[in-house]
């Protein structure tokens, strides 16, 4: 199956200070990783994001600003957010590549991998932050919403996409599904942020303590985001595609080894009609870890894994969260 891999030069052109997280290296890891693999790789350049489509996510206000902000120099939009001039072009660029990998994967059979930087999941309607300035994956579903199609996000950075959630947080057409280290950064994520309105039970949150093991994280992902996934039938799979609640990461405190991710991809495969899912590269801090997850996401959604034995039981403090969060999400959905 074919991989289609979107990115943009610009996503080099964005630079942040030096010892800053989020660098260019994490891109060209990634992407020296997967095209190193045994994947069947085509690449693709990120067009500029539609200024009509971005305007839904962001305000027109807040999109200037950024825009001025970068061409005239840049510097910090807040401690962690850092732009030069070519953010702004990076961030264009970002932002359109899910659309594109939508109109791609109309057209041709595969799977399609987005990497590129800014990182875009914590991007606010009129607000930057946490090392994002337009909301790529917000965007995306905008683009799928508008055509009437079903969307489910899945975001298993370890980080919770407070700009998604409430990007969407009253909107029934969206799902959006996080699975995430809680207390952290930023600070929302809890059981009980469900959505809003017509939307209350569209916004699913899996919080989960720092030091939860790889084996109580997989059973929680299994128990709670598959059955609800697969209950709402989404035409179409975003991830919010993070690397840092791998092991090794050196932001996140949980415990994913690679080949999980290649599992949870896997499974995304199989509640979405065939060419349906999109990874978008959202943060993930070690360069070994990155490229080794990426090629395992590819691995699980393109079919190439061994069928992985589920762990059932969630231990230690996390098992007192999930029962939380089983008794807010079962006010919604139909899980055990
Ligand atoms: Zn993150």
Redesign the pocket.
């Known amino acids: 199956m074919a991989v289609h891999l979107i990115t943009h030069d610009f996503s080099l052109a964005h630079r942040t200070p030096a010892g800053h997280p989020e660098r260019v290296e994490r891109v060209t890891s990634v992407i020296g990783a997967v095209k190193a693999s045994s994947h069947d790789v085509v690449e693709w350049d990120a067009p500029a994001v539609d200024m009509g489509l971005l305007e839904t996510i962001h305000d027109r206000s807040y999109i200037e600003h950024i825009q001025a902000f970068c061409l005239g120099g840049g510097g910090a939009l807040d401690p962690d957010t850092h732009v030069v001039p070519a953010s702004w072009h990076a961030a264009l660029h970002a932002a359109g590549a899910g659309p594109f990998a939508v109109d791609l994967l109309r057209k041709r059979s595969g799977t399609a991998f987005v990497a590129v930087r800014p990182?875009g999941?914590?991007a606010e309607r009129h607000q930057a932050m946490?090392?994002c300035l337009f909301n790529n994956i917000a965007v995306t579903a905008s683009y799928l919403l508008e055509k009437g199609d079903k969307v489910a996000i899945v975001d298993w950075?370890?980080?919770h996409g407070n700009g998604t959630q409430h990007s969407f947080y009253p909107n029934q057409d969206l799902l959006y599904v996080s699975i995430?280290e809680f207390p952290f950064?930023p600070g929302t994520g809890w059981v009980t942020e469900v959505g809003e309105g017509v939307g209350r039970g569209a916004t699913v949150n899996i919080p989960l303590p720092g030091g939860t093991s790889a084996s109580s994280y997989l059973a929680a992902f299994s128990r709670l985001v598959m059955p609800v996934l697969t209950e709402f039938r989404p035409d179409w799979v975003l991830v919010s595609n993070?690397y840092?609640?791998h092991v090794r990461d050196p932001?996140?405190g949980l415990n994913l080894e690679s080949d999980h991710y290649g599992w949870m991809a896997n499974a995304l495969v199989s509640v979405v009609p065939s060419n349906r899912v999109i990874a978008f590269l959202?943060?993930?801090?070690d360069l070994d870890a990155l490229g080794e997850a990426s090629v395992a996401t590819l691995d699980g959604l393109t079919g190439q894994i061994a069928e992985p034995v589920w762990p059932t039981e969630v231990q230690g403090s996390a098992a007192k969260v999930v029962d939380l969060a089983v008794e807010e999400i079962g006010r919604h959905w139909k899980i055990r």
């Open positions: 990182p999941h914590h946490g090392f950075d370890v980080h995430h950064y993070g840092d609640a932001l996140g959202e943060g993930g801090y």
